[in-house]
């Protein structure tokens, strides 16, 4: 199991507590959201419509944080930071590639990427930059 399932499994067992759920109407509502009846054997974006229906239910949202570095494998850190140095160099936020990563590939975070997906995100960022610099080029005379 992934550190990410981990997290969502835990946000969604905090989220059944918030609601009052017991371990029947759990299991039901599991069951009904993703044909399983335990979290451990769901995919990460099972869980993430799990807690997305808890959320709709009233479990409450944590509120993002600005600018909050995502947290990826050791073997993407070196993906990451490249694509940290692109953000810093056109002054963008972490939310920007957020929002990158779920137009792409409908992923609410940059943590939950495959390194390929990451990999696809740094190039659309390199892409972005090589246009954002031919504009200025292109506006000196």
């Not at 709709?56 to 570095?69: E, V």
């Not at 995502?70 to 694509?83: I, T």
């Not at 943590?111 to 504009?135: G, N, P, S, V």
């Amino acid at each position: 199991m992934t550190p990410n399932a981990k997290k969502l499994i835990g946000a969604i067992k905090a989220g059944q507590t918030f609601l009052g759920w017991d371990d029947a109407l759990y299991r039901q509502t599991l069951e009904r959201l993703t044909g399983k009846t335990s979290a451990t054997r769901c995919s990460l974006d099972e869980l993430q419509t799990v807690k997305e229906y808890m959320h709709s239910a009233g479990f409450p949202r944590q509120s993002r944080k600005h600018g909050r570095r995502p947290s990826v494998a050791r073997s993407r850190r070196a993906l990451l930071s490249k694509v940290e140095a692109l953000l810093a160099d056109s002054d963008r936020p972490w939310s920007y590639a957020e929002s990158m990563a779920k137009r792409m590939f409908s992923r609410e975070r940059v943590d939950w990427l495959t390194t390929d997906e990451l990999t696809r995100l740094m190039q659309a960022l390199a892409i972005d930059a090589k246009r954002r610099a031919e504009r200025e080029n292109n506006r000196k005379p």
